[in-house]
């Protein structure tokens, strides 16, 4: 499995801009397709955006899409998530998930094997 490691969460004000990190180690990176998700207290965990192998297609969330940009530099290992025009509903803990079984993930948690720890993202009113 591949270990899976987010950073560069934080509190901001609403309408404004966070990048997110995920660092990955372990196992060859690039057959993973990678994802973001995301839990508010007493809410489940809810998919963000997913990102395929190569980087050449991504999905979004609804609430997210125009605002939200996932990438991946397969060259680092590392997956990110640019977060702009911040919302107070964006508050919620972000988890990274990679899944190597196919080319880019679903929009499940159950579609991914492996998830990093989480990283707090508190947007203030």
């Known amino acids: 499995q591949v270990q899976l490691v987010e950073s560069g969460g934080g509190l901001v004000q609403a309408g404004g801009s966070l990048r997110l990190s995920c660092a990955a180690s372990?196992?060859?990176?690039?057959?993973?397709?990678m994802a973001w998700f995301r839990q508010a207290p007493g809410k489940e965990r809810e998919f963000v955006a997913a990102?395929?192998?190569?980087?050449?297609?991504?999905r979004y969330a609804d609430s997210v899409k125009g605002r939200f940009t996932i990438s991946r530099d397969n060259a680092k290992n590392r997956v990110y998530l640019q977060m702009n025009t911040l919302k107070p509903e964006d508050t919620a803990v972000y988890y990274c998930?990679?899944?190597?079984?196919?080319?880019?993930?679903?929009?499940?948690?159950?579609?991914?094997?492996?998830w990093g720890q989480g990283t707090q993202v508190t947007v203030s009113s």
């Open positions: 998930a990679a899944d190597d079984q196919t080319v880019i993930g679903g929009r499940t948690q159950y579609d991914y094997d492996s």
């Open positions: 372990g196992r060859t990176f690039s057959i993973y397709a």
């Open positions: 990102i395929s192998r190569s980087g050449g297609l991504t």
